[in-house]
């Protein structure tokens, strides 16, 4: 655990915000579920974790949310190594995690309001970013009136309103149907265009990568670790029908075969 040993004070040298040195991960002794995983992100960059089940995707995440400690190595945000949880990190999860009891606006202005912002300022930020993704209107709507595409809308705006520099989001549109999950991909890439948080993105979805990520690394379990890492140069939207797209999602699907056998 971090607390437990010598923490150094910066990462070294290199523009990367997020950078993470040589982290393994064990949840019982006998099986690493990250080994010696090395990378170097830079701002903005939108990162797609791509790989078959049990690679170590959702653990990855939950180290840089700082919900886990690594058993060795350190992970570096913006110079800082991550001891917990903090702001700068922001969430978002498959199942939504809306809080029930308040409206949409009060989830949204919910992070502003633990941050200590005033009243009028909350207001104006939960109103931005609900405008953002196109919810204003149903501002004073509760989650449970609202379908799986709308909630996960309210979730992205929700994190994105407590200010993170780097939005971390787990399979978030892997419960939506394929119209809709269309749509939030689009609405994602824009958000991140105007917005330009850095984005470490997880799927299954091969074609769900290719269509969102500057960058895809694609994991393998049994240690889980990082075996491909590929930018991709692409102008976005990106044509599912183009040659160049068809490439990458026939490389892709080669490297999860391997890594799943
Ligand atoms: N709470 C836990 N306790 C024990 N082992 C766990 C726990 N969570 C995950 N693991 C194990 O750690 C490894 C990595 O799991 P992780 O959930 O990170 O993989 P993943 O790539 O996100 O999988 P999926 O795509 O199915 O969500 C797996 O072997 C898994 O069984």
Known sequence: MTAHRPVPGRADGSASFIQIDSISFSFDPAHLALRSVKLSIPKGQFVCLLGPSG?????????????????????????????????????VFQDYSLFPWLTIQGNIEFGPSIAGLPAKERRERAGHYLDMVNLGHIADRYPNELSGGMKQRVAIARALAAGPKVLLMDEPFAALDAMTRNHLQGELIRIHELEQPTILFVTHNIDEAIRLADRVLVMSPNPGRVVRDVLIDLEKPRVRTSLEFARLYDAFEADIGHAAS
């Open 55 to 91: 690679c170590g995707k959702t653990t990855l995440l939950n180290l840089i949310a700082g919900f886990l400690s690594p058993s060795d190595g350190y992970i570096f945000v913006n110079g800082q190594v991550i001891d917990g949880p903090g702001p700068d990190r922001g969430m």
